[in-house]
């Protein structure tokens, strides 16, 4: 083991840690219980399960390699010793001068000897970089095997949460837990418990081997062993909190480059160019300070470990030497005991970065179970029972209440009566509670108080999947996917056939232009669509709804934010789609709602008003007034 090594290994684990504490994330709810080493065990048990068979081949093979890996220095010892040196031959190489005598390669039987430890020297390297590649491949790729279970764990948990988790959580956040803090478990696998197991192993083996040479010699070695590990402490707390601000540096450059990319067409416009450039050089010119002072501390944490590195070795070699000249050891000890010096610290370092490397590991693995120890709070109870069939669609909300969390009710004891095959308009001001009324319909959240039943069973005891299989949805934002069209269409149906996707597509009037795409059905619609028009997008997911032909719709602004000619078309298609289906309809344009047969008038989570459009209108109430409001605004626009 050199400085190099040493300073290499202490600026890994610096910049593991500095990446976790500079992510971002939101506080940590931290189990206080839990003890690293806790936290380590119980992650490792939960995903090793099959793995135990590799694991132990894989931990042979490096102990294996640590065997072969105490050889190395006796090939020189010998060759000091018995070939140059007046020191009887071992056992080993005696019997080789016999061997060779016969052949015409023992002309010299020394020199036999010295061609024999020459290769050994070639043959030993060559074992333990094969066993050193064979065990790295095996246990790393457990380690990975590990993450990628632990990926999918997350991955699926978070889909199952409910929207409250989600809505407390930002996306960057439960995004870093998938990408980054699954690899806790890798961390721990193959930088902690790994490397501890085989510097015990390797440890306990030179130490051995060292005290039948030189008692003395082994204690002298081991001592120097105290301050590397001091000096090891002290620099990596130093290189972690100025890692820490590189990583928090560069997240900065990253974040500008984002956002201005992001806007690119507003720089443009405004000719702000020159004004992104200047704010870039300076977060640029910030991160490379922070790097120059992180190098500073680097090249000072290399100088000091092999200070200490050469002092250790100074003082075996004199002790060594000081013993040879007394006639107490030979040459060859000399180096055997010196290479040994020099390979007792590896094992060393490696505990300590084990140690190290499971502390820092733990506080991904915290955030880890943090994900995967919240509960739904939208769940199924045991006896859930599916509907049968095809809901018929009658729909009652009974003195329903609701507030999310930590935050003011949003709707208070509404009661609606949706008869099968009827259609209801939510209208009001915004945040009235219309579109929050529609979520509860499909149990993203669960109701405060009262309840909503579907053909008459209150649907939290009905399973989530019936339920949901049972309703279309039609968000004002098109949530559409960079995959293609076919895939997009058949996203709530994904055992559809083509014929029956192209159905759905030309109802929805959306087949023309998906036939003039470059590979039409199947062409990548870019980001959430980005390479289609509003009008275009919305069509895609208005298919997507015909195709999955639930009993009970729920629209929410269908046409918001597209143009005359547009929003006729998508209303015309949305006449055919809620024939026959009992349909919700959230909507701001009054206008598109007037034919429906119910409008809940809300304000401030409570209804105020319940009709149809010419009742309302007869009531004079805020409905009336809504409605005059918009008019006035569309003939000021005309005009």
């Known amino acids: 083991m050199n400085a190099q090594t040493a300073f290499s290994s202490l600026k890994r684990i610096a910049l593991l840690w500095s990446v976790m504490k500079s992510s971002p994330r939101r506080p940590i709810k931290v189990h206080h219980t839990w003890s690293p080493l806790k936290v380590a065990a119980r992650l490792l048990v939960r995903y090793s399960a099959g793995e135990y068979g590799r694991i132990v081949f894989g931990i042979l093979l490096m ?3 640590s065997a072969v890996m105490l050889l190395q220095p006796w090939p020189l010892k010998l060759i ?9 031959p071992p056992g080993q190489l005696a019997t080789f001068y016999e061997l060779t005598k016969p052949t015409f390669l023992a002309v010299d039987p020394v020199l036999g000897a010295l061609a024999f430890l020459c290769v050994s020297i070639v043959l030993i390297q060559l074992v333990t970089g094969a066993l050193n590649i064979w065990s790295t491949q095996e246990l790393v790729a457990i380690g990975l095997r590990m993450v990628f279970k632990l990926r999918c764990a997350i991955f699926d948990h978070v889909q199952r949460l409910s929207l409250t988790f989600h809505d407390s959580t930002t996306v960057g956040d439960s995004l870093y ?4 803090d699954a690899y806790s478990v890798q961390t ?10 085989t510097a015990i192993v390797t440890l306990t083996g030179i130490v051995a081997v060292m005290f039948t040479r030189d008692w003395s010699l082994t204690l002298a070695a081991l001592s120097v062993a105290v301050p590397l590990l001091v000096i090891i402490c002290r620099f990596e707390r130093r290189m972690a909190a100025r890692a820490a601000q590189v990583c928090q540096r560069e997240s900065d450059v990253t974040s500008r480059v984002q956002e201005t990319l992001s806007s690119i067409r507003a720089v443009q416009a405004f000719g702000r160019e020159e004004y992104e450039n200047d704010r870039f050089r300076r977060y640029a010119e910030a991160s490379a300070q922070a790097s120059l002072e992180l190098t500073l501390i680097q090249t000072s944490a290399q100088f000091a470990i092999a200070v200490i590195l050469a002092c250790g070795t100074a003082a075996v070699i004199w002790l060594a030497a000081s013993r040879t000249l007394q006639g107490r050891l030979s040459p060859g000890d000399v180096v055997l005991m010196a290479s040994y010096m020099a390979m007792l610290y590896k094992p060393i370092e490696a505990l300590a970065y084990s140690a190290a490397g499971i502390q820092q590991a733990s506080a991904g693995a915290m955030r880890v179970f943090e994900v995967l120890d919240a509960v739904p709070d939208v769940r199924e109870p045991r006896d859930a029972r599916p509907l049968s069939g095809r809901s018929r669609g009658e729909i009652r909300f009974e003195q329903v209440s609701f507030a999310y969390r930590d935050r003011r009710p949003v709707l208070r004891k509404v009661s609606l009566d949706i008869p099968a095959g009827s259609s209801l308009a939510l209208v009001g001001p915004s945040g009235a509670g219309k579109t929050t009324l529609a979520s509860l319909l499909l149990r993203l959240y669960d109701v405060n108080s009262g309840r909503i039943t579907v053909d008459g069973a209150d649907i939290r005891s009905l399973t989530l999947k019936s339920l949901r299989s049972n309703v279309g949805l039609m968000l004002q934002q098109n949530i559409l996917f960079g995959v293609t069209v076919r895939e997009n269409i058949a996203y709530g149906k994904p055992d559809a056939t ?6 759905a597509a030309r109802i929805a009037g959306a087949d023309e232009f998906i036939m003039a795409l470059p590979q039409q059905y199947d062409t990548q619609i870019g980001e959430q669509g980005s390479l289609l028009s509003g009008g275009q997008r919305q069509r895609i997911s208005l298919a997507r709804v015909f195709l999955k032909d639930a009993p009970i719709l729920i629209l929410d602004e269908p046409t918001l934010g597209l143009d005359a000619e547009a929003e006729n078309a998508i209303v015309e298609s949305l006449d055919r789609l809620v024939y026959g289906r009992t349909t919700i309809v959230v909507a701001h344009n009054l206008s598109t709602v007037r034919h429906v047969d119910q409008i809940a008038v809300l304000k401030e989570g409570s209804v105020v008003e319940i009709g149809n459009h010419r009742k309302l209108l007869a009531d004079a109430g805020l409905y009336s007034e809504m409605w005059r409001l918009q008019r006035n605004m569309a003939q000021e626009t005309i005009v």
């Open 80 to 88: 000091l010793d018995s070939v140059l040196g007046r020191e009887a």
């Open 177 to 180: 837990r998938i990408a980054w």
């Open 188 to 197: 721990i696998f193959n930088q902690g418990v790994v490397p501890t197991l």
């Open 63 to 65: 102990f294996g390699m």
């Open 498 to 503: 083509f014929d029956e996707i192209r159905r």
